[in-house]
């Protein structure tokens, strides 16, 4: 089984952009790409090639479930596990995402001490389906 090592986070808050890079590089050794626009997102996910991308759901311009339909009709992203990182983690709200073909669901505000543990989880979980 490959190991997760790549990862693109796309958010808009750069405060959070900046916890969240810290947390899963300092803590989780993985290299990070940082997004800040859901517009840009796909051509810079398919610039990096990540193994997993996290998306923001409320950003100005192109919402995360906007930017996850545009990477499932990317060739390159189409089969990139992708999980948002949203402070609506309602039940209703997670089966939505889920919906959405999201393999989970990050509550924000995040631990940054076991933001890559999470990370690494939903990853597996997606490379492993029962």
Request: aromatic share 6%.
């Amino acid at each position: 089984m490959n190991e997760l090592t790549r990862v693109m986070y796309v958010e808009d808050e750069p405060d959070i952009r900046a916890v969240a890079k810290l947390a899963l590089e300092a803590v989780g050794g993985l290299t990070v790409s940082l997004c800040e626009r859901g517009d840009r997102a796909v051509e810079e996910a398919e610039a990096f090639c990540p193994q997993m991308i996290l998306l923001d759901v409320m950003m100005p311009g192109m919402d995360g479930p906007s930017v996850l339909q545009a990477i499932r009709q990317s060739t390159q992203l189409k089969n990139i596990p992708v999980a948002f990182m949203t402070a609506k983690v309602q039940p209703h709200e997670i089966e939505y995402f889920k919906s959405l073909g999201a393999v989970g669901v990050i509550a924000k505000p995040f631990d940054p001490m076991t933001l890559s543990q999470l990370v690494r989880d939903l990853w597996e979980k997606a490379e492993k389906p029962l």
